[in-house]
C-alpha cells in the first residue's frame, strides 16, 4: 500500500495572478503558504483486476476511459494500464469547494502517489508541471498553478509565473520569530459556504483575454500588492501585511459580484470591529474560509464565535506533497 498526503494552502498576496490568461502576457508572482491540513490518497493492487475507486464516491469499473472522476481518469491515463489492476481512496482533513486548494492537493497526491506505486521517482518541479498539466491543459479548467505548486514544494513561497509558462520560486526569508508570530496571528473561519471556483475564475479568466481595462488594472494591483506583502513578511512588519490584506480584500471584491455576498461582508467587518488588522476570503472567492491577521485573538474569536463561525487552527507544512507509506 502507498499513502501520500498534500498539503492545502492558503494564499498570502498576490492572488489571481496565476492564471495562464493574466501570466503569459503580463507575468504573475503570488506569495502563498502551505498549511498542515491534507488531502490523503491511498493507492493499492487489489486481488481481481479492475478499477476501484473510494472518494465521495464509489466506482468499479474494468477500463480507465470509464472512470467518471476527471482527473482520476487523466491520470491513470499517464500509466497506459493495459490490464488495470489498482485501487484508490481518497480522503481529506477538509471539504472541497473551501478556498484552499483541494483540487490542486488531490492531484499532486494522486500522481505522487502513482509514481511511488511504479516505484518512479518525481521531484517537486515535475510533480507540479504535470498536475498542472492534466487539471489546466488535458481538463481544460480555467484555473491557475498555485495550487498545485503551493502543494508540491510546501513552505512560504513566492512563486514566479514567466509568459513562457516556467514557475520559478523563492522560499521567503522569514525569521523564526516572524515565522511563529504569523502561525500565532493568523486565523482561518469557515463561512459555511462551499463553492466552486470555476463560475468566477472563468468570469476573470475570459475579461482577461478580452483584455478588460478593469480586470487588468486590478490584476496590475494585487500583484504589486503581493510584491509589498512579501517585502512585509520578510521584514517582520506584520501590521503592514494584515493592512495590505485589507487592500488586497477590498480590490478582489471588484473582480466580481461572486466574490462576497451580504453575511461574508457582515462577519469581515465583525472582525474588524473585533480588531483584525486585515484579511480577506480565501480562493476564488464566494465563500470557503475568511483568513483574519488580529492581534488580539481572543476577542475576535469570541466575535466570531457567537456568529457561529467555526474556526480552523493550523500550523505551516513544510515537507510538500509527501509519501507516508511505502515501497
Given amino acids: 500500500m502507498i499513502i501520500v498526503r498534500s498539503p492545502l494552502r492558503i494564499t498570502l498576496g498576490g492572488g489571481g495572478t496565476d492564471l495562464p490568461s493574466y501570466y503569459r502576457t503580463h507575468e504573475g508572482a503570488l506569495v502563498t503558504a502551505a498549511i498542515d491540513k491534507y488531502v490523503y490518497v491511498t493507492v493499492l493492487r487489489p486481488f481481481e483486476e479492475g478499477i476501484y475507486l473510494k472518494y465521495s464516491e464509489i466506482e468499479k469499473v474494468k477500463q480507465v476511459n470509464e472512470v467518471k472522476h476527471p482527473i482520476i481518469r487523466e491520470c491513470l491515463k499517464l500509466l497506459n494500464l493495459k490490464s488495470p489492476q489498482i485501487e484508490i481512496s481518497a480522503l481529506a482533513d477538509i471539504p472541497s469547494g473551501t478556498g484552499l486548494g483541494s483540487s490542486g492537493s488531490f492531484t499532486t497526491a494522486l500522481l505522487k502517489a502513482l509514481f511511488a506505486h511504479r ?132 480590490h478582489k471584491k471588484l473582480r466580481s459580484k461572486g466574490m462576497s455576498n451580504q453575511k461574508i461582508d457582515h462577519w469581515y467587518d465583525l472582525a474588524r470591529d473585533a480588531g483584525a488588522v486585515g484579511g480577506k476570503v480565501v480562493g476564488a472567492g464566494g465563500g470557503g474560509f475568511l483568513l483574519l491577521l488580529a492581534e488580539d485573538k481572543s476577542r475576535l474569536r469570541s466575535s466570531l464565535k457567537a456568529e457561529g463561525l467555526e474556526e480552523l487552527r493550523f500550523r505551516f507544512d513544510f515537507d510538500g506533497t509527501k509519501v507516508m507509506l511505502g515501497p
Fill in 119 to 250: 516505484r518512479t521517482h518525481i521531484s517537486p518541479q515535475e510533480l507540479a508541471e504535470l498536475a498542472c498539466d492534466v487539471e489546466i491543459n488535458k481538463l481544460q479548467e480555467p484555473i491557475g498553478k498555485q495550487d498545485q505548486y503551493a502543494a508540491a514544494y510546501g513552505g512560504i513561497t513566492c512563486f514566479n509565473f514567466h509568459r513562457d509558462d516556467r514557475v520559478s520560486l523563492e522560499p521567503l526569508g522569514l525569521s523564526m520569530d516572524t515565522l511563529h508570530a504569523l502561525e500565532d496571528h493568523l486565523l482561518l473561519f469557515f463561512t459555511g459556504y462551499a463553492r466552486s471556483a470555476s463560475a468566477i475564475l472563468s468570469d476573470q479568466d475570459s475579461r482577461t483575454k478580452e483584455s478588460s481595462s478593469e480586470m487588468l488594472d486590478n490584476l496590475h494591483y494585487v500583484k504589486e500588492l503581493g510584491r509589498r506583502s512579501r517585502l512585509a513578511l520578510e521584514l517582520g512588519d506584520l501590521k503592514t501585511f494584515g493592512s495590505l490584506m485589507h487592500e488586497h480584500w477590498l
